[in-house]
């Protein structure tokens, strides 16, 4: 093994959900180590968040720009390599374009930006620095979710028809109170952008679909809600959908699914099969054939080779999301590496979500608006 | 136990699926005796099936139409007290109204009939003559669909506000063969009607739909799809709806989806609390709450009235389909007896489907087909 | 067709459970009609039970003796041709001795007679009437437990290593008052025989090990327990067993297992695969290999022939536990017939547990007792 | 946060499997880092290993005893905290004993040694040396295990009747070749002491039983088996268990129940509910109740706090295996930073598994074979 990989952070303190698992999911391997952050947009309370995180107080920054202009001036050996974003949405562009800016790889929490103008440009800065971008769709990051895109590349539904996907989650359905911090930023429109749910959960929902049957969104129905009074954005959101390859399908997603937990679950129907994944148990992986009985995949099972690589531990020790989370560190963590050596480190080569699926992302996430706002039955996506 | 009820059938010779369903429902309570039939629209196929079912010879009929004539001139307490109508969609409406014209009252397979107009003129012949008719909705006789029913209606769940209620097989994913009797009526429009799936079980699942939340599809936004190629017919149907109570939804349908046997599940959401039900483990309604664990209710349990009084036998025996289709037959056959007595046998006193269902259900296969052909959004339902 | 066979019960009057799952088991198919009965011990209580369920009044018995002096003086044609016992355990052996006497065929609830003395006099008389019997080990009827059998028949798990057989049942969890008449004579040894738990359901749980298998339990270790205070038989066992074909396993039964409903489950496993059977989702067996995914088989699938005979409808339209107890029924029947005709109706041929089933289950209820009550780890079975 | 504890590591170099899972356990929480190893017992592949994983080359060591040399010659802040020992069965004891002897606490890999005797030994020199001993078990590290623990200890359950604990696996299920490393030293004597199956897993079951219900066995009565010729070690057994609180059981392991993967579960019976766990499905703890419906509580939902310090992340984001062992290591850490305060640093007060685990889990692998060895049914442990 090389030397450890050396990380900066942005947001994630104290009270934060995402930044204690980007952690986790740095830290697994052993090839990453946290050696910086401004782990708020509060001085004092970045300060405070990097101490109980062990950093050096020299690298402990009261602010990301503070943080980017002093790693830069930091030897090579000792600066660090790439930064973790773990803002609220609307930080995600401003310190993405400073980091690429400086010179640091991203990694950033998803949506890539506060809406589709913003992640067009970050888009066209990534290309222009040259440098690298990985957006964490966890779920993509799954074996049992790479095992299913490999399934469908190979052909074995035969030609697809059908996909339904689904994200429930019960924990915004009451009016939350004022001290419930992730509550509050994601039903602010300013930080959390022109869609609640579906800007949140909708979008990982799509990009799964779009990872495991490798084509895309290009049309959509859309009717969005928000079932909790003086809600500013929507909690809920039910599609139809029209896939490239002829698919159709179903995105649906709510906030306020009484009694779910984290329920994303899909089903991909194909002409020769279909297939079924629940990420709430994700070391399985049922198919189900025409006319041959159904059977049921495992992790670490007799798998194809890329399901095989994001795997741990042997069979029957149940894998979970904060492996499924440093899949997705890990193999950015082996394009940093390949760019370092001045190899190839493209998010296809890697297997990790690169901007693209950032703009796309974002493009779904309006064209949702869009069809709600709309008495047409279809919108078509552009981007 | 008063003498058994007598019955008539209508199809369900050799070679069909449903007939023998319907005997087996009807025979498991020993409340009811097949005495006569006609059971194919072939005189010769009528006879033959008629001996294998050890049906008298003077009571098996060549004709539906012979068979009524014949059964009148009958002493009351030999003839049939109601007819069975098992054939393909087409015939249910003239056989309906002849054994309503004659007397009768029907049990009939669904779709009620083969388009809406039939179905409001069905309405009136019933509502006309006084007689009795029941649609078998098998699905609502399922035990704890009728727990769910009497959960929310005692405002368990909270105000509702979604229901995604799905239906999938995959019997018809491939292009089938002319031998398959039961595939090629269903895919013929002049037998089936003007919708394949949703007509088939696109209508089970949104009859199921309203028969739990106790309120009505209003409005539809529809995608209607035919994989199969050179199929003429929907072979597969999703759809945006809006019920009555601010509920939105999806309902959603396929008779293409590989691999799926007989799939129909329903997932209903309040502000309070959630429910789950599926068809093929029938004997588990778990239940989702706000701040509490997971609840399974089971068959047979702690359940309320109207689920025990459909219940045969003590928990962890499941029961099945047949039993729920013999509980839709049982209660008829309750409501039969209580006509005979004079008094009320309303579908709301004996919990069967009812003519309302009929006319109800053909709106919404209607609703469908028009949702799908416009470029509007949104489909209104006036029936 | 031919005529429907003529039944009739004894036992299985008011307040008694089994009684009317033979009922519904024995109508479902329209094979069978019930035409004469002794209803209960009490000359009164026989009588009502009769005409509540229908039976005309000469032939609604106030005792099986009546009955069967009665009956033989019937012309043929209307004469019953077999007896359903569904007494209380006790009465099993005098009234099948009756019948047998009486020239009856006979099919009667389990365990065959109170001990194991009893079950060899009485396979003797079996064999020297010539005459019929069957014993309702019903869980043997399910689609997917024959299908299981044949598996293993066909050597798809390899050579037999391990069975693992458990019954659990919580409804003798408390101390039960009088009112509750199952419990009362279940928990009485001069009602129930030597063993309370064990004989009830110990003994489905070894015949369903030794039906799959095609193996028999030579070898055995057992502890038996009362839990609650003051009864007079086990009300749990568990106990390890050896079985020819160098198998060896588990043999677990329990009525105290608080909040289990009817838990019966098996797992075999083979030097190639295993299989594992839950009664509570009796439609799926599951079948574990080597090198190779999980598979999942399902009633009315693409199974073998043994199965397919005994399903009655298709693929996820769910079986249960009375169309389970339907196939033992028409398997006899169909095995009347046959004897009717002169040809071979043996258990074998038509698939029915016979007399042979019921003198083992009650050499094994005999055996756990004993190695119970021994020092030495092993008893040996004779029987 | 303090600084990171030091590690060292014994064993686990390449082609280890436990190794890598230690080392992944340790990073997660980022409050432990490994600083020195001796990786394999040959000096050369010793050193490779540590390449491999980044350690600088003069800690680095070919040897335990080398390592526990130099390391006590550095400086208090450099030193490691303590060793983990990840080396087959056979040198547990002896590492373990030089670490003490050099006064590093110690997390041992499981069983605590080759035999008993050796326990006894090791556990007198713990509480001689007055340092710290965990002992990996695994599985009591997974949140619903905690919480399962703390509800029979608040009484939910009642009395306690019965426990029903199997642990399955089917990899050794054929005759290994030499290949495979992690079998040699499984099924040879010599390393891994006088049981295989019952001393690797069944261990692990024993301890889970315990765990829960905080009782003991007391007495036994096994059957091993070696199901694949030539193999000199048990890969099977069962036994039934007699506990403390007059509870009665199954132990159940098998290492060729064929198609299993590491399916260990747990059953608890009390007089007033049952519970259930399964390790493969961790996240779900299922109880059921006597008249009222099964619940199913879930890691990170309402639970008890012993069970949310031991969670990381929200319900529905499923935990796995990793961070079961983590939760070991954690509680490890924490109790090392308590005695480095002069604090109390009990396994009682930090819940992790102590030398009196390990001198039990080895009287019961003892136990186990001296049973099977005996034509009495039970045998007693004195430990």
């Known amino acids: 093994m090389n030397k450890k990989l050396k990380m900066g952070m942005v947001g ?91 010179g640091f790889h991203v ?11 913003e992640a067009i440009k970050l888009s066209k800065l990534v290309n222009k620095t040259n440098l690298l971008f990985c957006l964490t769709h966890t779920y993509t990051g799954y074996p049992m979710v790479k095992e299913a895109k490999d399934i469908i590349r190979q052909g074995k539904l035969g030609k697809l028809r059908k996909v339904i996907v689904e994200y429930t989650q019960g924990w915004l359905s009451e009016a939350q109170d004022e001290s419930n911090k992730q509550a509050a930023w994601r039903t602010n429109p300013a930080m959390s952008g022109i869609s609640g749910c579906m800007g949140d959960i909708g979008s990982h929902a799509a990009n799964l ?31 139809l959908i029209k896939m490239s390859g002829d698919i159709n399908g179903i995105l649906h997603a709510s906030q306020v699914a009484t009694g779910e937990e984290n329920n994303l679950t899909i089903r991909v129907y194909g002409e020769k099969g279909g297939l079924e994944w629940h990420q709430q148990e994700p070391n399985s992986l049922i198919l189900k054939w025409l006319n041959e009985p159904m059977q049921i995949l495992r992790t670490a099972g007799n798998n194809t080779s890329i399901s095989l ?74 981007n």
Chains 1, 2, 3, 4 share one sequence.
């Open 12 to 102: 994630g303190g104290q009270g934060a959900f995402i930044g204690s698992v980007h952690r986790f999911a740095a830290a697994l391997d052993s090839e990453i180590e946290l050696v910086c952050g401004a782990f708020s947009s509060s001085p004092e309370k970045a300060i405070s968040s990097g101490k109980e995180l062990g950093i050096t107080d020299r690298r402990n920054y009261a602010s990301y720009e503070e943080m980017f202009e002093q790693e830069m001036l930091l030897d090579e050996a000792e600066r660090m390599d790439f930064v973790a974003i773990v803002t609220p949405n609307h930080m995600h562009y401003p310190v993405a374009c400073a980091a690429l800016n400086a």
């Open 107 to 117: 990694i950033s929490d998803k949506p890539a930006t506060l809406d589709l103008d």
């Open 209 to 239: 679909a779009e990872y495991i049957t490798s084509e895309s969104i290009e049309q959509l129905c859309a009717e969005l809600t928000s079932f909790v009074p003086n809600r500013l954005l929507d909690d809920d959101g039910i599609a």
């Open 309 to 382: 690589v994001n795997t741990r531990i042997p069979m029957g020790h149940p894998e979970g999301y904060l492996e499924a989370f440093a899949n997705i560190y890990r193999n950015f963590a082996q394009a940093i590496r390949a760019y370092q050596q001045g190899k190839d480190a493209s998010p296809q080569t890697f297997d990790y979500p690169g901007i693209n699926d950032g703009v796309h992302g974002m493009a779904i996430i309006e064209g949702l608006v869009k069809s709600h706002q709309s008495d047409e039955k279809w919108f078509t996506l552009n």
